[in-house]
């Protein structure tokens, strides 16, 4: 339920905002809630990625893009993420979350959420990747960004994305329709 209560009051602040340009980095401000908490008392690992959710919406919003995929009627889809945890959130404490896009490919727009505490530290980053689906199959990045901002180009992907679309492609493969994978000789032999 809270996080419906979040998107109300994203959707609320953002309601007169100008629309920004798709390099812009909206900031989204949060605190710890008491059902965000984890048994060990600090903000729980899969909340984060409710928050990535949350501060995505807000981006959109503040970009044009979610216009766009109103007036279009096209659906959001998210094709993946990755998340590294620095330092831990307590009960009440304030953090902001700071979205922005780093670039697309023919399908996929990848977005950075960092995750910011009262002291400015990085308690988190993560990247997502999401994609826009029609009645008929995909959109296009391309066709996406003309209509949000015409001649709209994308940044050159950053490298640690490409290593990242690699590292999935990688585990896909490798465990694409297959069971338990088998014990290597190493780990054997350590178990042992």
Known sequence: MNLYLRLLLVWMRNLTTAKQHFTHAAQSRFRVLPHDLDAFGHMNNGRYLQIMDVARIEWMMQTGVAGAI????????????VIRYRHSLKLLQCY???TRLLGWDHRWFYLEHCFADQRERCAAVGVTRAGLRQSN???HADEVAEHVHPGAASPPIPEHIIDWINLEEQMYRHGAGRGP???SDASERRVS
């Open 70 to 81: 109103r007036k279009h009627r096209w659906a959001p889809v998210l094709g993946g993420g």
């Open 96 to 98: 902001q979350v700071s």
């Open 137 to 139: 199959g995909w959109l």
């Open 181 to 183: 994978l088998p014990l």
